[in-house]
């Protein structure tokens, strides 16, 4: 069994720098490094994946916060008014991180004029690993606790042993990673990797979210026995099953130079 832990909070004059920010922070960073590192070794520009980095920060951000706001806690517009939606610190939904960071790349992609199909394989490597970090914050505050357990991975809460899905979700993006980078070792399935994540990432969420507690006092939204989140799950599912079952049509890569 895991022993529970709290990381202080620093205080710097008026700002509070959280555990959850400074991990989530180190995720995005490595997320941004590794995606550039894999585009040039694929003898691809680096550029707009580096300059993409700020659109996808943005949009994870903003999204994040309304996903979170808008479907899982829609209480706290009821608490405190308005002004929360634009409070983008205040509660953020990884799952609505994500969809964010899709649109602000479709929007980046298609005014850039640039085949995001060249860098599926590069973003599925990097978002995996980087996504992973950020999932650690999560189990850094404990803020998704799960069902009661005593298993290996149950982590000893204050109110008896639960498990910690912050930290299950990790070592599931950190399982992903690996073996999505042993397939682009291998060569194997190119231009499919991001799809391959879809599918994977999805249907681990959608199992996972059934051992989220309900007998805690900031318990996630469920609509018809599901969450947001399991929602998002299915439509990944559905999405890596096609994408995976279509015939590889990405545009071929530039030479390096």
Not at 68 to 96: C, K, M, N
Not at 105 to 126: E, I, P, T, W
Not at 225 to 232: D, K, N, S, V, W
Request: hydrophobic share 50%; charged share 15%; net charge positive.
């Amino acid at each position: 069994m895991i022993p529970y832990f709290e990381f202080p909070t620093l205080h710097l004059g008026p700002i509070d720098i959280q555990p959850f920010g400074v991990l989530t922070a180190i995720g995005v960073y490595t997320a941004a490094v590794l995606l550039a590192r894999s585009a040039r070794r694929r003898g691809l520009d680096d550029r707009p994946v580096t300059d993409f980095a700020v659109w996808g920060v943005i949009g994870g951000v903003v999204v994040g916060h309304l996903v979170h706001l808008f479907f899982y806690h829609p209480e706290e517009l009821r608490e405190h008014g308005a002004l929360q939606i634009f409070r983008v610190w205040d509660g953020l939904s990884s799952t609505g991180g994500a969809l964010g960071g899709v649109l602000a790349a479709a929007v980046f992609f298609r005014r850039r004029k640039v085949a995001f199909a060249l860098y599926a394989d590069s973003f599925a490597l990097s978002v995996s690993t980087g996504w992973g970090i950020a999932r650690l914050g999560c189990f850094a505050v404990h803020d998704h606790p799960g069902v009661r357990s005593t298993s290996l991975l149950a982590v000893n809460f204050p109110g008896g042993p639960r498990l910690d899905m912050g930290l299950i979700d990790a070592l599931w993006l950190f399982a992903i990673a690996a073996f999505l980078t042993l397939l682009a070792h291998r060569h194997e399935l190119t231009g499919k990797l991001l799809a391959l994540l879809a599918l994977l990432y999805g249907a681990g969420r959608f199992t996972f979210d059934f051992f989220r507690a309900r007998d805690v006092a900031y318990a996630d939204a469920r609509y018809l026995g599901l969450t947001p989140a399991q929602y998002a799950a299915l439509a990944l599912i559905a999405y890596g099953l096609y994408q995976l079952s279509r015939k590889r049509t990405a545009p071929a890569a530039p030479p390096a130079t």
